[in-house]
């Protein structure tokens, strides 16, 4: 299982049983089990985590007319399934180090027991690594992406899950650490934070020489989710209900990055043909992030400070 491409790590076994990775059976079922994982099919069945027998039964690929279905394809990097009323992750990682997903999601919901976030967060359902893979399975969050409803919303909705999401911005920066790096104190999974052509050191001292170098303010540190593209976020607009997904790059960084990220990025575009299309969200989520109304609260960023330093910082480095 592990030579397969990481697009691929969910095969069929038979009609009721499959492989995610080497170290995950799952098995539909007719009821839950009280000693495994287990979450609803959306049909009255369940499926059941196991450990999978040794040596692995015989597998294929997903059939095309499979219920199960890919929501995400990164290739040999990482892909994601919705499977039921769950999701299921698989991600290609390079860094030991780093601070895994379900690590911060369960700091979310410690922080907030009682669900005194504004917003939805997915709950973990179970987790495990083989070699340099790391598999997640979650609770889905029911909606749809941001992505996919905004061509159909009106501007006066628009502007609402802008705000929304500013406000969000605000709401988590409440939380403060000691440092540029995860919940846990390892390394952040923001390659933005090193330059292009330099080394790949996510170690929490780079980064803040990485940011002391930009000039960044890092007398104070701050929680972000750093990735709130409009593929992470989920929405049911005639409810204005509002989830927030894909918290794997998410951590503590100096205040400034939150705008800054959102004006870099363009992995935080929509789908389209043109640059003003793709562009839509970003834009008026960083016009938004620095407004007046904001008060004392609204950010500031270094956007041309910082692409000149991602481009060249490393090459000079080397030279």
Request: net charge negative; glycine share 8%.
């Amino acid at each position: 299982m592990h030579d397969l491409p990481v697009n691929q790590s969910l095969q069929q076994i038979d009609e009721n049983s499959w492989l995610f990775g080497d170290r995950i059976l799952l098995t539909l079922q007719a009821s839950s089990s009280p000693d495994n994982p287990s979450w609803g099919d959306g049909n009255g069945l369940y499926y059941v985590v196991s450990e999978p027998p040794s040596p692995l039964p015989p597998c294929r690929p997903l059939p095309a007319e499979s219920h199960i279905q890919k929501l995400y394809d990164a290739g040999g990097v990482s892909a994601v399934w919705r499977v039921g009323d769950a999701i299921c992750k698989v991600k290609k990682f390079t860094d030991p180090n780093m601070t895994f997903e379900h690590v911060t999601l369960d700091y979310l919901h410690n922080k907030s027991p009682l669900g005194q976030l504004s917003f939805a967060v997915p709950t973990v359902i179970h987790h495990t690594q083989s070699k340099d893979r790391y598999f997640i399975i979650q609770s889905r969050i029911p909606g749809e992406t941001l992505a996919q409803a905004w061509p159909s919303m009106d501007e006066s909705t628009k502007e609402y899950y802008v705000s929304r999401i500013a406000r969000i911005c605000l709401e988590l920066e409440k939380w403060i650490g000691n440092g540029i790096h995860g919940v846990d104190g390892r390394n952040l999974s923001d390659t933005f934070l090193t330059p292009l052509r330099g080394p790949e050191d996510m170690s929490s001292e780079n980064l803040l020489r990485n940011c002391a170098s930009l000039e960044m303010d890092c007398s104070k540190f701050v929680f972000s989710h750093c990735d709130l593209g409009p593929g992470n976020i989920i929405v049911n607009h005639r409810e204005k209900f509002l989830g927030v997904v894909d918290w794997e790059m998410a951590g503590f960084v100096p205040r400034e990055w939150i705008r800054t990220k959102v004006c870099v990025s363009s992995g935080l575009d929509l789908p389209g043909d043109d640059d003003a299309s793709r562009e839509d969200w970003r834009r008026r989520l960083q016009e938004q992030l620095g407004k007046d109304d904001l008060g004392e609260e609204s950010f500031r960023e270094i956007a041309a400070r910082w692409m000149a330093w991602f481009k060249n910082a490393g090459y000079q480095e080397t030279k």
